[in-house]
């Protein structure tokens, strides 16, 4: 009964290689979220989608790009893969956005990449 | 710009109290929150304040002033579980979160 789950885990690969994280909440949400988490543990946000649309694109490599199926779906594909792409990728959801929303996140538990 | 300040690194002892602080210039407020992370772990809600004032729960408080754009966290009869980092983050007036660096807590026996 996991509320955010993130697959994998742990993602080892080569620079130059594509790659997909997915994450999935069941607590209904509406709204998802997907952050990066560096080795001095700043989290910064990449992308935020409310009900299926992007609401937050932050200034990060078009080679990311997130795709939303459905309301309690988050996918994060990444091309190209390079070495400073090494981090946590944490996805989180909330209930609502803007005035009416709680903001409260939860988060998945991380997705730890490392580029060779 | 915007712009979320608190200590790198705090200690403490076992049983003792521990307040961290943080300092926030943001383009508006709507709110303010402190995670808890542990090492290798997801960020977890502690606390949120919108108005001035002083939120209890349990052996966790937190402090707002929205005037002085300031908050802190205070953690009181300290367990050695209580070892983290603890993340400050502010909502704006675009009602997106802004985060912190954290603080890491060591806590000693």
């Known amino acids: 009964d996991t509320a955010v789950s993130q697959t994998p885990k742990y993602l080892v690969t080569q620079m130059g290689n594509d790659k997909s994280i997915k994450c999935e909440q069941n607590l209904g949400h509406d709204t998802m979220y997907w952050y990066k988490q560096d080795s001095k543990k700043f989290l910064k946000i990449m992308f935020s989608?409310?009900?299926?649309?992007l609401i937050i694109n932050e200034t990060v490599p078009n080679r990311f790009s997130p795709k939303s199926p459905d309301k309690a779906h988050l996918n994060l594909h990444i091309n190209s893969l390079e070495l400073g792409d090494s981090a946590v990728y944490f996805c989180?959801?909330?209930?609502?956005w803007g005035e009416g929303g709680t903001e409260t996140q939860y988060f998945g538990p991380g997705t730890r990449l490392l580029v060779l | 710009g915007q712009n979320i300040d608190q200590p790198t690194e705090m200690t403490a002892t076992e049983g003792a109290i521990v307040q961290i602080n943080c300092t926030y210039q943001t383009s508006g407020f709507n709110g303010l929150f402190w995670y808890q992370q542990h090492a290798g772990e997801a960020p977890t809600f502690l606390s949120y304040n919108v108005l001035d004032g002083l939120e209890e729960k349990g052996r966790f408080s937190s402090f707002l002033s929205r005037s002085k754009g300031y908050s802190y966290l205070l953690l009181k009869e300290l367990q050695m579980k209580d070892s983290a980092s603890y993340l400050c983050a502010v909502r704006d007036s675009n009602y997106q979160l802004i985060w912190g660096a954290g603080t890491k807590l060591i806590i000693k026996p």
């Open positions: 989608y409310n009900n299926k649309e």
């Open positions: 989180a959801s909330s209930q609502g």
